[in-house]
């Protein structure tokens, strides 16, 4: 199997890295893009924008470029490499391919330009308080009133809610609470009457808030797809964010793994760079073992994302976010233990990887979870 990129492929990962590279020379430099009213300058969102990043996921008849999981891969290691603080996971990869696998051509007419142009943007809201996991488990309702629909409910840790124009929303069009049917995904406007929005930052410099849904009034067109049986789409895209996810990983280990052999080349004791101990030239090769690994199980997710078969697609995803965590995990540990002290100290760059790391492996879904997923799919109970 080839894997080499094409030329599109190559000449998009090296527009991206440049950019990314040139917007974050720096740990101070993204400290200061992080500390812009929506924790992120508007300026940088266009230059990403003015790339034709946005444009990837959709069709070219919609405006787009008809990109697809592979160059998703190349955007998101750049974006773990150095950082990024722009939203573009919640924008590029969760809302637009709610949209893009759920729209109409009538709403991806009206939202897709938008979008690519940079002056819209979009975020998934699916998590509740008392949901964990479990996608199914939707408490927030959508009461049908005439030819649309009311929305009451929240949602939790929802990414970059105060800087979206459009949220999509799981909600309960029927059933109860854990039924798997009767679940609608809507697109809400950020500004409707009734939602209100309480946001914070996160752990890892991103930000992340509290959406509340109060007699919401939507039209029948707010919603994508059928809008009792979501769940399938819904999954869909948190397939695609565990991907995209995976490949975020890879770049800020890759990152990691650098500046943890820069300083054992560097730091001096007993009169010589520790960096000459084999004990600790060991533990920097299970470093970039672990590395390596985690990059084969990006490449893995990119090329099972959009399998047909969703058993398949499902305990494929569920393995590589298993090996994803445990990856993000180890390397995570090692770098701060072999940097000692200065490893966690939040004025050096290595400890935001650190963090980030950490909070991947328990974005959509941590390992528990997906071992669980593994292990229906093994007793054929995803069928179900």
């Not at 090769?285 to 697609?313: F, G, H, K, P, T």
Request: proline share 5%.
């Amino acid at each position: 199997m080839d894997f080499d990129l094409n030329e599109d492929q190559s000449l998009l990962r090296d527009s991206v890295e440049r950019l990314c590279a040139g917007l974050y020379p720096s740990l101070e430099a993204r400290q200061g893009h992080a500390k812009a009213p929506l924790g992120f300058p508007d300026a940088n969102w266009q230059k990403f924008a003015e790339l034709g990043i946005f444009g990837l996921p959709f069709p070219e008849e919609a405006g787009g470029f008809g990109g697809g999981p592979v160059e998703t891969m190349l955007v998101m290691e750049s974006v773990g490499r150095h950082l990024v603080v722009e939203p573009l996971f919640p924008t590029l990869v969760l809302g637009a391919t709610a949209l893009r696998l759920g729209g109409s051509s009538e709403q991806l007419a009206r939202l897709a330009p938008g979008l690519i142009e940079g002056a819209l943007r979009l975020t998934l809201a699916h998590t509740e308080r008392q949901s964990r996991y479990d996608l199914f488990d939707v408490a927030t309702t959508a009461r049908r009133d005439g030819g649309g629909f009311v929305l009451n409910g929240a949602k939790s840790i929802v990414p970059n809610a105060d800087s979206a124009g459009l949220i999509v929303v799981s909600a309960r069009v029927s059933g109860e609470r854990r039924d798997r049917a009767g679940i609608g995904l809507f697109l809400v406007p950020a500004d409707a009457p009734g939602v209100s929005i309480a946001p914070y930052p996160t752990q890892d410099g991103g930000r992340a808030a509290e959406v509340s849904f109060s007699n919401v009034p939507l039209p029948a067109d707010a919603v994508l797809g059928d809008p009792e049986g979501g769940l399938p789409l819904l999954e869909r895209v948190i397939e695609h964010g565990i991907a995209a996810l995976a490949a975020e990983a890879v770049g800020s280990m890759e990152t990691l793994h650098r500046l943890t052999v820069e300083y054992l080349k560097t730091r001096t004791q007993f009169g010589t760079t520790i960096g000459a101990f084999q004990a600790l030239q060991h533990r920097a090769v299970d470093m970039l073992i672990e590395l390596e690994q985690a990059r084969s199980m990006a490449l893995y997710a990119a090329m099972m994302v959009d399998a047909e078969d969703a058993n398949a697609r499902a305990a494929a995803m569920a393995a590589v976010k298993v090996r994803i965590n445990t990856a993000c995990r180890n390397l995570g540990q090692e770098a701060v233990q072999l940097h000692g002290g200065i490893g966690m100290t939040m004025e050096y760059l290595g400890a935001h990887h650190f963090k980030r790391l950490a909070m991947i492996a328990t974005q959509l879904g941590d390992t528990p979870h997906h071992m669980r997923t593994i292990t229906d799919a093994e007793d054929g109970l995803l069928a179900a």
